[in-house]
């Protein structure tokens, strides 16, 4: 597969096999209206995700509060060596790579080694990736960086060939933003553009005590609340809408029983919301909730099984025992 070179001066060890400049919104709009329509009424979580929105959640996952991406890093700063010692040499690829801040953390351990290693991280944020690639070249003399600035699905289907294993890691418990469906559905990709040999590192949030999750999602300093409810601005500015974001509120709650914290915005008021650009009216009663994101807690041994159907088997597993946050290596069958 031809690799297109970042520019004509970028170092060689940066290249974008793919560069997408399309807007992964573009043609949203049919989607928005569908959910919008729907009862209950839901709004995609991807609009937490414009620059403001984006914003709020770092600053969010910065709380004390917010403990996933801080256990996390806790993990694999602890084991690192245990999961390149495992895997040995191979290509680093990632789903949703963004600024690469945890996976920095097992590529130092593959320079430690003085090997050369290969990253592909795939994300739709392009200048991101660049500017990381950049980042990581520098830091890092044995490295090599592939970009694919695309979806997961098309990054998946372009990601190439290699002559050692391939390292496919998805980290920040992403894959909990998922319904069960969209779980099955991504594995189901995973393995289908992997081969046998191939390993895959998951970042997963476990089942707990419901008051962690609670504060997490509900942080003193509102960041959490704030960032969704910045989806109603995004909408607004992306389809010329009127909604007025003060007239909703956040509410987020855990069910125990299905492991599922559940994000809503409640209108407080009966309102109508007109998207503009998609010649789209919608009512809202007072108390009416919209769906907005969801965050699946997972039974480590219910997530093992569910992996282990979709084609991987398990090599290691590592949980925090405090906040039960888990890493868990496997190996494609």
């Known amino acids: ?63 004390p509060e917010y403990y996933l991406r801080r256990i996390e890093a806790q993990l694999l700063n602890c084991y690192a060596v245990d999961i390149v010692g495992l895997c040995g040499p191979l290509a680093v690829v990632e789903l949703g790579a963004g600024t690469a801040a945890k996976t920095r953390i097992l590529l130092r351990e593959y320079a430690k080694r003085e090997v050369r290693c290969d990253y592909l991280p795939i994300d739709v944020d392009v200048d991101t990736l660049a500017e ?47 319904e069960w469906p969209e779980v099955d559905s991504l594995l189901s990709r995973i393995f289908d553009n992997s081969a046998p040999g191939d390993y895959l590192l998951l970042g997963a949030d476990l089942d707990k005590d419901s008051a962690i999750i609670d504060e997490a999602y509900n942080d003193a300093a509102g960041y959490g609340p704030q960032s969704t409810l910045n989806m109603l601005n995004h909408l607004n500015r992306r389809y010329g809408g009127n909604f007025e974001s003060e007239q909703f509120r956040y509410r987020s709650q855990y069910d125990a029983r299905a492991r599922r914290n559940e994000v809503r915005i409640e209108s407080l008021v009966d309102q109508t919301v007109t998207l503009a650009t998609l010649g789209f009216t919608v009512s809202f009663g007072a108390g009416e909730l919209i769906d907005a994101e969801v965050m699946l807690k997972f039974d480590p041994d219910e997530l093992g099984a569910v992996l282990e159907r979709a084609g991987f088997s398990m090599v290691r597993r590592w949980i925090e025992s405090v906040y039960r946050y888990g890493l868990f290596l496997l190996r494609r069958k």
């Open 1 to 63: 597969m031809q690799s297109q070179s970042l520019s004509a001066t970028a170092d060689k060890r940066v290249q974008f096999i793919v560069r997408s400049t399309e807007d992964p919104l573009a043609l949203d709009g049919p989607n928005v209206i569908s959910g919008l329509c729907g009862s209950p009424k839901k709004i995609s979580p991807i609009y937490v995700y414009d620059k403001r929105g984006t914003e709020l959640f770092e600053r969010q996952c910065a709380t």
């Open 132 to 178: 990381s690639a950049h980042e990581l070249i520098s830091a890092f003399p044995l490295l090599y960086v592939h970009c694919l600035g695309t979806t997961y699905e098309r990054g998946l289907r372009l990601v190439p060939s290699w002559s050692q294993p391939r390292l496919f890691v998805f980290l920040g418990s992403s894959l909990g933003n998922m």
